[in-house]
């Protein structure tokens, strides 16, 4: 009997969505379990009114409820929509109507009626969601004090991020379909190589040409903290070439700063909602309209009462989460996953050409007389590998904590833990990030360590330097 000949009997859609089921459960157990520690824990313990007050914990904690509660009834409908999509084999259906649009305009391609397939889900797609996006942004996020954008430019920037979506799909899809189809036996090779290098030119065109049209990325003009930045890009050798802030606080008051770029043209970008009024250097007037004197280091001490109560972080602060962005650049947290997942998505393919073989898998969801290259690629990637995904998640997610780690010690090794540590809780505040996690939900969900955990890690970290030197 060879490989292929065990799964000549099994009902592919049955048991697909079988898993998809039993994932649907798992998760809520996961997320019950964070719910619970959410409530149980009504007041602050000792730990965590070392990081916040009352107050701020009360909001968070509130926040956190909302966020979860919400999550729930999301995923328990996303969960019966997915069932009734297939059950119905809605997929075939849709098909079938792609194929009558197409021949309405006058084409019968397959390669055209994918792509109307595309933009007719991604219609509906946005149709059916529309109503949860809404009600997180507006009313969740809206009472939380995160959501600054009104109805009229959220629709503006969804349609956009939708036709922007709509276009790069159709440049990847349509030649990936081709490649399958002309390949032959050894297409899992083409394909693996166009979706590498449609991937790289998309790293490579992106920020110049894509996220312009959603944001507005400004240089950083001559101030401390450009200066500040510099002399922490040239210390470690990291070879900066630009420097941005970008216009974060017209969506969110959340914050984020990252990096990006190959080889020699490394660039940086900081969200306006990570800095605080003391450093941000787009805040370049005062009230009365004069150029604004930065504070010196002696002029920003803060004091208990106002520590806590100004958000955004301090040119000090800034310059410890970008020393923590760039541990991620030395020890090569970028390219050494990507390079992970070229294997996987090569072996993934090679997977896909043993499946597609088999005509009763699509047959089973329901495409008896056509077996459509796009839906095949749907059906085995989402589907049939489902498995297989859920467990390479719970594998990213634990790399990505110790790569997390492993990029604290490299700020603490540059001096900077101290900072590091007060940003770090500055940014649990103004996020309003609950700061208590359940064990096992934090295991399988939290790309990054808890905050608890996390500081303990980066203090041992500055006693272990402290003794050795």
């Known amino acids: 009997m060879g490989f292929m000949d065990i799964f000549e009997d099994m009902n592919y859609m049955h048991w697909s969505l079988g898993f998809v089921t039993a994932e649907f459960f798992w998760d809520l157990f996961l997320i019950l379990r964070q719910r619970r520690t959410v409530k149980d824990n009504r007041t602050a313990n000792e730990d965590v009114k070392k990081l916040m007050d009352d107050e701020t914990y009360v909001k968070s904690r509130l926040y956190s409820l909302e966020k979860i509660n919400f999550g729930i009834f999301k995923d328990a409908y996303h969960e019966v929509e997915l069932s009734a999509i297939t059950l119905t084999f809605f997929l075939a259906k849709l098909w079938k109507f792609s194929g009558q649009s197409i021949e309405y305009l006058g084409y019968t391609d397959e390669l055209i009626q994918s792509n109307m397939f595309l933009l007719q889900t991604t219609i509906l797609s946005f149709i059916v969601h529309l109503p949860w996006s809404l009600y997180r942004t507006f009313v969740i996020e809206e009472r939380h004090g995160f959501n600054k954008m009104t109805i009229g430019f959220y629709f503006k920037d969804t349609f956009k991020k939708m036709a922007v979506s709509q276009i790069i799909t159709g440049i990847l899809i349509t030649p990936l379909i081709w490649l399958i189809k002309w390949g032959g036996d050894y297409f899992f090779i083409y394909a693996w190589g166009f979706t590498f290098a449609f991937t790289m030119a998309i790293f490579f065109v992106y920020m110049d040409f894509i996220a312009p049209l959603f944001d507005k990325y400004t240089p950083v003009p001559e101030s401390p903290l450009r200066t500040a930045i510099e002399d922490l890009a040239k210390s470690i050798n990291f070879p900066l070439t630009k420097l941005y802030v970008v216009d974060g606080s017209k969506r969110s008051a959340h914050s984020n700063a990252f990096f990006y770029g190959f080889f020699k043209n490394k660039r940086i970008v900081l969200f306006d909602t990570l800095l605080d009024d003391t450093c941000n250097p787009m805040l370049g007037l005062?009230?009365?309209?004069?150029?604004?004197?930065?504070?010196?280091?002696?002029?920003?001490?803060?004091?208990?009462?106002?520590?806590?109560?100004?958000?955004?972080?301090?040119?000090?602060?800034?310059?410890?989460?970008?020393?923590h962005e760039l541990g991620h650049w030395y020890h090569g947290h970028v390219?050494?996953?990507?390079?992970?997942?070229?294997?996987?998505?090569?072996?993934?393919?090679?997977?896909?050409?043993?499946?597609?073989?088999?005509?009763?898998?699509?047959?089973?969801?329901?495409?008896?007389?056509?077996?459509?290259?796009?839906?095949?690629?749907?059906?085995?990637?989402?589907?049939?590998?489902?498995?297989?995904?859920?467990?390479?998640?719970?594998?990213?997610?634990?790399?990505?904590?110790?790569?997390?780690?492993?990029?604290?010690?490299?700020?603490?090794?540059?001096?900077?833990?101290?900072?590091?540590?007060?940003?770090?809780?500055?940014?649990?505040?103004?996020?309003?990030?609950?700061?208590?996690?359940?064990?096992?939900?934090?295991?399988?969900?939290?790309?990054?360590?808890?905050?608890?955990?996390?500081?303990?890690?980066?203090?041992?970290?500055?006693?272990?330097?402290?003794?050795?030197?």
């Open 335 to 469: 390219w050494k996953p990507m390079i992970l997942n070229q294997f996987l998505i090569l072996g993934m393919f090679y997977s896909f050409g043993l499946l597609v073989k088999n005509k009763q898998l699509l047959a089973d969801f329901g495409f008896v007389d056509e077996q459509p290259t796009l839906i095949s690629l749907l059906v085995i990637f989402q589907f049939i590998f489902s498995p297989f995904n859920r467990v390479m998640s719970a594998v990213s997610v634990y790399i990505t904590r110790c790569f997390e780690f492993q990029a604290d010690r490299f700020a603490v090794g540059l001096g900077l833990g101290e900072k590091l540590q007060t940003s770090l809780v500055k940014l649990v505040k103004d996020n309003l990030s609950f700061p208590m996690a359940d064990k096992l939900y934090s295991t399988f969900t939290f790309s990054h360590p808890p905050i608890l955990e996390r500081l303990a890690a980066i203090r041992e970290e500055m006693s272990n330097k402290s003794k050795s030197e």
């Open 286 to 323: 005062d009230e009365d309209g004069n150029k604004r004197q930065f504070p010196t280091e002696e002029t920003t001490e803060e004091t208990e009462e106002t520590a806590g109560k100004k958000k955004g972080c301090s040119q000090e602060e800034v310059v410890a989460v970008l020393g």
